[in-house]
């Protein structure tokens, strides 16, 4: 089953690629097809040698879709990737940010 995306998940994710446009000058932001891959988080970001993809969510108490955990479990473990929504926007964002960096640790918390 594909995931349903809701108005005040699509209104945090576009405010979020902003941000992250203005946070990395020069990134590349795809949005992803849950439909192709279940469970595939939202978003790659592709910024100099670095990547990262973040699974936005409404709210902390939002549903995950099957294979959702899983898939941020490993590629956290391959470079970084966490689960963001506007309660835990900002340790995110600083977390990626360090993991941007050089020498910046490249694992979400």
């Not at 990395?24 to 990547?51: A, E, M, V």
């Not at 099957?66 to 590629?75: A, I, K, S």
């Not at 309660?87 to 490249?106: H, M, T, W």
């Amino acid at each position: 089953m594909a995931k349903r995306v809701n108005a005040l998940e699509t209104i945090f994710q576009g405010k979020l690629i902003r941000e992250l446009k203005a946070m990395f000058p020069g990134c590349y932001i795809f949005k992803q097809d849950s439909l192709q891959y279940q469970g595939i988080p939202d978003l790659l970001i592709l910024y100099k040698t670095n990547w990262a993809m973040l699974e936005c969510k409404e709210s902390l108490a939002a549903a995950h879709q099957p294979n959702q955990d899983w898939y941020v479990e490993v590629m956290n473990d391959m470079s970084f990737a966490a689960f963001i929504y506007p309660e835990n926007r900002e340790e995110i964002l600083d977390a990626l940010y360090q993991a941007f960096e050089p020498g910046g640790v490249s694992r979400s918390a």
